[in-house]
């Protein structure tokens, strides 16, 4: 089951602003396999042992991994907590969508490849499938908020 949340709250348990959490917390924890991989499969980065990256582009240091990445490594690192997904391009958002047990924010739906198997609560309370059952309920969601001027 994925969360999802529309509506922003301050919160401890809430990081909105991925890169600044990544960089402070998230980047300095020990990356596992599945993690480097991530790390590969999304910047096309390999991460040495010093914590810095090789890219096409050069050397960096983890730091330099792009906000989808950071984003997708704080939700797998901390998935206790509810991760702002705005900023995540299509790749990283089908990566996202295909997990299970998370927790993300995002207040406007976004285009994406979504599994049909795949179980989204909204908010707490409305559980969809898929495509289908998201696309409905950002549908509805968007109604509602015509109605009420927001």
């Known amino acids: 089951m994925i969360?999802?949340?529309?509506?922003?709250?301050?919160s401890k348990d809430w990081i909105i602003k991925n890169d600044l959490f990544f960089n402070l917390?998230?980047?300095n924890?020990?990356?596992?396999d599945k993690e480097i991989a991530l790390i590969k499969q999304v910047d096309n980065a390999k991460l040495t042992p010093?914590?810095?990256?090789?890219?096409k582009y050069g050397l960096g240091t983890i730091r330099n991994l792009s906000s989808g990445c950071k984003t997708l490594l704080n939700i797998v690192k901390h998935p206790e907590k509810?991760?702002?997904?705005?900023?995540c391009g299509p790749n990283v958002l089908k990566t996202?969508?295909?997990?299970?047990?998370?927790?993300?924010?995002?207040?406007?739906?976004?285009?994406?490849?979504?599994?049909?198997n795949t179980q989204i609560r909204f908010n707490g309370l409305e559980v969809v499938t898929g495509s289908v059952g998201y696309n409905a309920w950002w549908s509805k969601?968007?109604?509602?908020?015509?109605?009420?001027d927001l």
Do not use: G
């Open 82 to 87: 509810v991760v702002c997904v705005e900023e």
């Open 25 to 27: 917390n998230t980047s």
């Open 50 to 55: 010093d914590k810095h990256i090789e890219t």
């Open 141 to 148: 969601e968007y109604e509602r908020r015509e109605e009420n």
């Open 96 to 116: 996202i969508f295909a997990m299970d047990d998370i927790k993300i924010y995002m207040s406007r739906p976004t285009l994406t490849e979504i599994p049909d």
């Open 29 to 32: 924890e020990e990356m596992t």
């Open 3 to 10: 969360d999802i949340y529309t509506e922003k709250k301050d």
